[in-house]
C-alpha cells in the first residue's frame, strides 16, 4: 500500500504542475492589449510624415533663395558691363570726333568765259544790225556746279517735296566716299544761293536742322521759298568737294 500511496501522489504532484505551465502559457499567449497603442503608431508616423514634408519644403525654399540670390548677382554684373561698355563707346565717338580734321574748303575756279558770237550777215537789200545774244546769268555760288573730287560717288540725290505753308521738309543724300556735308539753299534761276545756318535771315522763321549730317530737316517753310532747291556739298579726305543734285520745294497754299 505504500508504494501505491506514492504512486498516487507523485500522478498528484505531476498533475499540478500540468496545470500550472499550462496557466501560465495561457497568460503569455493572451497577453493585456492597450486600446490606444495603434492610435498612438498612427500618430507617430503621420508626425514623422508631416516633418519629412516640411524638411522637404524648407531646402527646397532655400536652394530656391540661393538661385534668387545669384541671378540678382548675374544681373548687377551685366548690368555694370554694359553700363562700362557704353561709357567706352561714348568716350571713343568723342575721341574720334575730336580727332577728325575739318575739312580743307576747295579753291574757287573762275566761271568759264562766255564764247563770244558772231552773227551771220542777212541777205537783205538794206542790211540790219544783229543784236548780240545775252548771256546767261552767271551764279553768285560759288559752289554750284563744281565738282573736284574724283573719289565722291553720290547715290543718292535729295527728292523733291511738296509742303503746306508752314510746313516742314526732309532732304536725304547718300554718296560713297564723303566725309564731311553742308547743305544749302539755291533759287530757282540757280543764282542765289542761301547757307542753312543763315538761312532764318533771308527767309524769317525758317530753321533747319542736321546742316551737317547725310539728312536735312527743314522747319516752318514760307510761300516764298517755293521753287527753291535744297543742294548738298559733300567732301571727301583729300578736301575734294562734289554738289549733289537739288530736291525741289513746292509749297502750296
Known amino acids: 500500500m505504500s ?16 496545470d500550472d505551465y499550462e496557466d501560465e502559457d495561457y497568460e503569455d499567449d493572451y497577453p493585456a492589449r492597450n486600446p490606444l497603442k495603434p492610435f498612438v503608431v498612427v500618430l507617430v508616423v503621420l508626425l514623422l510624415l508631416l516633418a519629412a514634408i516640411i524638411g522637404l519644403l524648407y531646402f527646397r525654399l532655400q536652394a530656391a533663395n540661393t538661385k534668387v540670390e545669384e541671378l540678382s548677382a548675374n544681373l548687377t554684373t551685366a548690368q555694370t558691363e554694359i553700363n562700362n561698355l557704353l561709357s567706352e563707346r561714348t568716350a571713343a565717338a568723342a575721341a574720334a570726333a575730336a580727332a577728325t580734321p575739318a575739312p580743307t574748303a576747295a579753291p574757287t575756279p573762275e566761271p568759264p568765259a562766255q564764247p563770244e558770237t558772231t552773227p551771220e550777215p542777212l541777205i537783205t537789200p538794206e542790211p540790219t544790225e544783229t543784236p548780240e545774244p545775252t548771256p546767261a546769268p552767271t551764279p553768285r555760288s ?27 521738309a526732309t532732304f536725304t543724300v547718300a554718296a560713297d566716299n564723303a566725309t564731311w556735308w553742308a547743305w544749302r539753299f539755291v533759287s530757282p534761276d540757280g543764282i542765289d544761293e542761301v547757307i542753312f545756318d543763315v538761312v532764318g535771315q533771308t527767309f524769317n522763321g525758317v530753321t533747319c536742322t542736321g546742316g551737317h549730317t547725310t539728312t536735312l530737316t527743314v522747319n516752318n517753310i514760307p510761300a516764298e521759298m517755293n521753287g527753291w532747291k535744297a543742294v548738298c556739298l559733300l567732301w571727301d579726305a583729300a578736301g575734294g568737294l562734289k554738289a549733289s543734285e537739288g530736291g525741289t520745294i513746292t509749297v502750296e497754299g
Do not use: L
Open 3 to 18: 508504494r501505491r500511496k506514492s504512486k498516487d501522489y507523485e500522478d498528484e504532484y505531476e498533475y499540478e504542475e500540468e
Open 142 to 168: 560759288e559752289y554750284i556746279g563744281i565738282s573736284t573730287s574724283a573719289t565722291i560717288n553720290v547715290t543718292k540725290n535729295p527728292q523733291p517735296v511738296t509742303v503746306k505753308a508752314g510746313g516742314n
